[in-house]
Each structure stands twice: as structure tokens, then as C-alpha cells.
């Protein structure tokens, strides 16, 4: 089996044990051709693949399921996807976050179409595609056309650190982590064989608490022999984000139209409709968008971004027929559902303050 006193680790085995847990307990998610479908000779659908693999980037599973339905159901393949107008998938997008993704996922779409709709096979022509990096083209690979590549999350990052009990901490162990997982991947069903990396950290060498005793390559594991499996992966502190500060305005018409912007397509929330608001910066200036009496509402919304805390404070007028705003447009189409999430917060908070902003209010 392994020796884990002398530090060698039999990988070939190690692959084989967990692969046979996997035919067992492998999680049904509706992207994925499970152990017996495949074997039984269905293939996974490659656009199917990669729309969950951009969809789960940065998001967890639990979050991408209702969204994946939504979009098979609408674009069942590339071609309709590709041919869909650009407002309507962002709408659908809307709260999944990471809205580069969308914009990148429209333009991949359109690029697989006019190539006849078939995916690449190959990592590399797979990253040629927009938005499809190194990660998410060996996913594809793997996955969609069982190609020998090595797929490497976070959670895979994990389960590797521990079975190897490597204490470099990461991001620095990176690659090293990668080169280890490469040396456990098999030949045979390397698409499996990354399928089941992926459960086993989803459902028993979880973050917190490794469920050790049930783990089919317990004996395998240095971490675990080592009774130090929690504590792995190692990562560097992480510095602390900084807090940003801004004003988003929500502004209503007589007639019931509410003023909204199209964020410029590249920058955070890019693409996406939402309210006109300030810079996002330690002290902005207000800049409302419409010569109106705005009244700032009490508390704050809260967000976070990749890189900062964002604190919006939300301004809210009723405006005459004649408002002319310097940017954004009066719409009546509105849909909630179709706000980013930061946005949506704040459209919530407006209620939650002042009750139905639609109708006659303390504001008029
Ligand atoms: Fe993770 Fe424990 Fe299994 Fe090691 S034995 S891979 S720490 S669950």
C-alpha cells in the first residue's frame, strides 16, 4: 500500500483506491456523467461541462445548481447560447457574482459556435477561448474528453497537501501541489480520477474537520498518520482588505420608472444594470446623477469584493416627469431579479427603509 514512516507513496494505488470509492459515492450533480453512465458508454456533454466549470469558479456548488438548470433550460447548446442577446444572459447571471465570467462566457460561446459548436479537446486549444484558463481548460479536458490533465482547486490542493503532509504554506505551495497531484493522476480515467479529488474534499477532507475514519485513501495519507490532517493546508496570513466608501441613487419617476445604468463593460459589476452610484473610493464625492431633493436613507449596505470591503450608503428621490439625468435612463422594464447582488442589497434596503418605493411614500 504506502509507507508513510519511509515518505514514498504508491499514486497508482492511491488512484485506485479512491477511484473505487468514487464508483461507489460519486455526488450526483447535473452536469456530470456519473461512474456507471459512463461506463455503460455515455459521454458528457462538453458544453455542459465547461458552462458549470465557468459557473463554479469562485462559487460553490450549492450556488451554481439553480443557475446551471436556468441556463440549459434556456440555451440547451453553444449555438443558442451564442445567439442570445447579451442583456438577457447577464440578466440571468445576475447574483452569481464575478460578472467577467458572463461576459467571457457569451464571447466563448460565440467563438465554439462559429467553429461548427464542437469544444477543443486539448488544454491548450481550449485556452485559446475566452475566459477558459489554466484550470478550467484541464477541467474540460479531463472531464468532457477524459484527456490525462491534472485538475487542481482548492479542494484538490487539499487533499494533496495532506496526503503528502507538505507544510509550505500557500499560496507559495502551489505549484508543488500541482506537480504532486500530477504524480497521482492515472492514465486511466484521469477524468474520474478528478471527479473524485474534487468530491473527497467536498464531502470528507473538508477544510475544518477530515472525516479520516471513512476515507478510502486513508492509508495512504501522511497527514493523517502524522495526526496533523486539520491543520494542513498551511497559507500565508492573508493582508487585511481595505474598506471603500460610496452613494448608490435610486431614483423614481412619477410614472413609476426607476433610473438605471448599464455598468461600462469592463471593471467590477462590467456589463451589468444597476443604480448610478459614486466612485467606490476612501472618500467620494456625491454624484448624483439627477438634479433632484435625495434623501439619504439610515445604515449602510455592505458587500465584498475580491480585493476591498465596499460601505453604500443609499440616496433615494422622487423625481418630476422632466428629469434629465447626466447618466443612466428612466426604465419601466425593472426586474429585481435581473440586479447584481450588491445591487439587489440595495434596491432591499430602500424597502426595508422606506417600505414600497413604487408606491406613494414618505418621500413625495
Ligand atoms: Fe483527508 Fe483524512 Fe483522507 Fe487524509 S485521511 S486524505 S486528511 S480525509
Redesign the pocket.
Known sequence: MCDTQSGEMDGSACAAALLRWYDRNARVLPWRIGPAERAAGIKPDPYAVWLSEVMLQQTTVAAVRGYFHRFMERWPDVHALAGAPDAAVMAEWAGLGYYARARNLIACARAVSARGGEFPRDRASLQALPGIGAYTSAAIAAIAFDAPETVVDGNVER?VA??FAERTPLPKAKPYLAQLAARLTPRHRPGDFAQAMMD?GAT??TPRK???AD????GF?R??ALGM?AE?PARAPKAAKPQRQGIAYIALRADGALLLETRPPKGLLGGMTGWPCTHWADAPEPAPPVVADWRILPGTVRHTFTHFHLSLRVAVAHVGSRAAPDRGSFRTDFDPNALPTLMRKCWDHAHAAIGDIGAPSPLR
Open positions: 487533499v495532506r496526503l473527497l470528507l477532507c477530515p472525516a479520516c476515507c478510502p485513501v486513508r495519507c497527514a493523517q490532517a494542513l
